[in-house]
C-alpha cells in the first residue's frame, strides 16, 4: 500500500478527492475479486501518454494467473490504445472480439478436455470519479477455469461482473465506507446473493453455515431475506429494524447479529446496473471466537490496571514510611538518603499510576514526566528559589519497562540541577528536550547554573555518594545500550547528552 500511496501521490492528472477515490477502491476490490475469481489491476495515466499499474489484487477465492507483481511499471504501449478507449468511456469492453458474449464465461460440458494453456480474458472499465475518468480498473480472467463453476460460483460472478462495471458508472466503492468493521465479512466466509425484490437466489455454503449457528435451520433459497432475518429475532422489533438496511439490500450497510451464542458480521453490498438496482449480496464472517477472545483480553487489561493501581498504592505507602522516618531522623545524612529513596520510589509509583490508566500497557511519557519533574522541582528547590522548568519536543508513549528506568534517570539529573546548579541563586531555568526517531532518542538535561565544575566541587564537599550518577550511567548502558555526555555551556550552567534505544518497545515490534 505504501508504494500505491506514492504512486498516486506523484500522479500528476489526480487532486486530493480522486486519491481517496483510488484509496476506497483499493480497500474494497478484493470483493470483486474473490467473487469473480479474477485477478484485478489498476492503472493511472502518467505523463507522456503512458500509464503505470498502481495497485494490484488477487483472488483469494482461486488461483491468480499473475504471479508477476505489476505495481511500479509501466503498462505495454500496445494497451495504450485500449486504455484510452476505457477512459473515454462509461461502458466496459474486452481486449478480444471472440470474448464479448458474457456465456463464453462458463463451459457447460464438464467432461471435455481443456487445453492446460490459461484462456485469458481482459476486460476494461474507466474508474470515474466526479464526472471525469482519473484511471483504468482491468480484470483478468482464466476462462479454463470456468468449467467447474457450480451455482453459487456463477452467481458471485455475476455479482462481481455488476461492481466491476458499477466502476466504470462511478457508483463503487459506494459513497457511504461501510468496511470499518474491525472483523470485516469477506467472500470465503460466506455470501448470499438477492434479487431486486429481497429474495435470496443462492448461498454459498458457508453463509448457510453462519446463518445455522445463529439458529435458522430451514430451506434459505426462494425465501425473502426480511424473513429470515425476523425468524431469527422474533419480536425483537429493535434488532430487526438494526438489520432492516442488511436485509433490504438497497444500500450499503454493516452490523453484527448475535443470536444463538453466535456472533455473526454482516455486509450489504447493493448491485446497480445502467436501468438501476437489481439486487444485494450479503457477506457474513463469523465472528464468535473473536469476540470471546476480545472479551478475555478486556478481562485480562481490566486484571492489570488493577495490579497496577495496587503497586502504586503500595509505592505510596513504602514512600509516605521512608518520608515519615527521614523527618523523624536526627542524623542529616540519614535524612538525606531517605528523602532520596522516598523521592525515587514515588518516581516508580507515578509510572504504575499511568499504567493503571492505560488498556495498552503503554505509557503516556509527557503527562508523567512533567508531572514528575515539576514535584521534584517544588520538593528539592528552596522557599527562596524559583526554578523554571522546560520541555522541548515530545518524548510520546512508551511500554512501562521503557518508562521506569528513564523516569529514574531524568528526575535523577534534574534533580541534580536543582540542588548543586542554582546554588546561591534564587531563579533558573531547567531545559528538558528530546528529538525522537521511531525507538531512537537524543535527550539533553540543561540548566543556566554554576557549571560543571563547581557542581561537582559541592558534591565533593557535601561528601556524597554518587549515587545518582551511578543510577543514571547503570540504566543507560544497560536498560538503554546508551551513552552519557555530561559538559559545561560557555555561557555557563551545565549540560547531560543521553543517547537511548526504547529496547522494550522495540522487541514488541519483533514480536
Known amino acids: 500500500m505504501a508504494e500505491f500511496a506514492r504512486i498516486i501521490k506523484d500522479a500528476p492528472n489526480l487532486d486530493d478527492s480522486d486519491r481517496d477515490w483510488l484509496h476506497r477502491l483499493v480497500a474494497?476490490?478484493?470483493?470483486?475479486?474473490?467473487?469473480?475469481?479474477?485477478d484485478l489491476q489498476l492503472v493511472i495515466p502518467v505523463a507522456d501518454g503512458h500509464f503505470i499499474y498502481a495497485g494490484q489484487c488477487r483472488p483469494s477465492t482461486g488461483v491468480s494467473i499473475r504471479p508477476d507483481d505489476l505495481v511500479g511499471h509501466l503498462v505495454d504501449s500496445d494497451m495504450r490504445t485500449l486504455l484510452m478507449r476505457a477512459m473515454g468511456s462509461h461502458d466496459i469492453f474486452r481486449s478480444r472480439q471472440e470474448e464479448e458474449d458474457d456465456h463464453d464465461d462458463y463451459y457447460d460440458d464438464e467432461d471435455e478436455e481443456r487445453d492446460a494453456t490459461p484462456r485469458i480474458c481482459d476486460t476494461f472499465a474507466g474508474i470515474w470519479h466526479n464526472g471525469r475518468a482519473i484511471g483504468v480498473l482491468i480484470r483478468?480472467?482464466?476462462?479454463?477455469?470456468?468449467?467447474?463453476?457450480?451455482?453459487?460460483?456463477?452467481?458471485?460472478?455475476?455479482?462481481?461482473?455488476?461492481l466491476f462495471s458499477m466502476v466504470s458508472?462511478?457508483?463503487f466503492p459506494y459513497s457511504v465506507a461501510v468496511n470499518k468493521q474491525r472483523h470485516n465479512p469477506r467472500v470465503s466466509d460466506g455470501f448470499t446473493v438477492l434479487d431486486s425484490h429481497g429474495v435470496i437466489n443462492c448461498s454459498s455454503p458457508n453463509a448457510i453455515s453462519c446463518l445455522r449457528r445463529l439458529g435458522f435451520v430451514n430451506e434459505l433459497e426462494g425465501r425473502g431475506f426480511d424473513d429470515v432475518i425476523r425468524e431469527l429475532l422474533g419480536d425483537n422489533k429493535e434488532a430487526i429494524q438494526q438489520m432492516q438496511p442488511i436485509y433490504s439490500g438497497m444500500e450499503p450497510a454493516d452490523t453484527t447479529l448475535e443470536a444463538n451464542g453466535s456472533a455473526i458480521a454482516f455486509r450489504t453490498l447493493p448491485?446497480?446496473?445502467?436501468?438501476?438496482?437489481?439486487?444485494?449480496?450479503?457477506?457474513?464472517?463469523?465472528?464468535?471466537?473473536?469476540?470471546?477472545?476480545?472479551?478475555?483480553?478486556?478481562?485480562?487489561?481490566?486484571?492489570?490496571?488493577?495490579?497496577?493501581?495496587?503497586?502504586?498504592?503500595?509505592l505510596q505507602s513504602v514512600s509516605a514510611l521512608l518520608r515519615l522516618q527521614a523527618r523523624r531522623t536526627k542524623n542529616d545524612v540519614v535524612k538525606r538518603a531517605l528523602f532520596e529513596a522516598q523521592r525515587r520510589v514515588q518516581a516508580i509509583a507515578m509510572v504504575h499510576e499511568s499504567l493503571s490508566q492505560s488498556a495498552d500497557?503503554?505509557?503516556?511519557?509527557?503527562?508523567?514526566l512533567h508531572e514528575l519533574l515539576r514535584m521534584t522541582i517544588d520538593v528539592e528547590a528552596r522557599s527562596d528559589q524559583?526554578?523554571?522548568?522546560?520541555?522541548?519536543?515530545?518524548?510520546g508513549k512508551m511500554p512501562s519497562q521503557d518508562a521506569t528506568p528513564l523516569s529514574l534517570v531524568l528526575n535523577e539529573l534534574v534533580t541534580n540541577c536543582v540542588e548543586h546548579g542554582f546554588e546561591g541563586r534564587t531563579s533558573g531555568t531547567i531545559t528538558v528536550s528530546v528529538?525522537?526517531?521511531?525507538?531512537?532518542?537524543?535527550?539533553?538535561?540543561?540548566?543556566?547554573?554554576?557549571?560543571?565544575?563547581?557542581?561537582?566541587?559541592?558534591?565533593?564537599?557535601?561528601?556524597e555518594s554518587g549515587l545518582g550518577t551511578q543510577i543514571v550511567n547503570t540504566f543507560i548502558s544497560s536498560d538503554f545500550g546508551g551513552t552519557v555526555t555530561r559538559s559545561s555551556k560557555p555561557e555557563g550552567g551545565t549540560r547531560v547528552d543521553l543517547t537511548v534505544t526504547l529496547r522494550a518497545a522495540q522487541n514488541a515490534e519483533r514480536i
Not at 361 to 368: G, I, S, T
Open 28 to 38: 474494497d476490490w478484493q470483493v470483486i475479486a474473490d467473487l469473480g475469481y479474477m
Open 435 to 463: 528529538a525522537r526517531w521511531k525507538n531512537d532518542l537524543n535527550i539533553s538535561v540543561e540548566d543556566d547554573g554554576i557549571g560543571l565544575e563547581a557542581s561537582q566541587q559541592m558534591k565533593h564537599d557535601d561528601g
Open 169 to 171: 458508472r462511478g457508483e
Open 140 to 162: 483478468e480472467t482464466n476462462l479454463n477455469t470456468r468449467g467447474i463453476a457450480g451455482r453459487y460460483e456463477r452467481e458471485g460472478i455475476t455479482a462481481a461482473k455488476a
Open 386 to 395: 524559583h526554578i523554571s522548568l522546560v520541555f522541548e519536543g515530545k518524548f
Open 271 to 314: 448491485l446497480n446496473g445502467p436501468r438501476g438496482h437489481f439486487g444485494a449480496v450479503i457477506l457474513y464472517r463469523d465472528i464468535t471466537e473473536l469476540r470471546r477472545r476480545d472479551e478475555q483480553l478486556k478481562t485480562k487489561d481490566a486484571t492489570i490496571s488493577e495490579i497496577h493501581h495496587r503497586v502504586k498504592n503500595n
Open 361 to 368: 500497557e503503554m505509557v503516556d511519557f509527557d503527562a508523567v
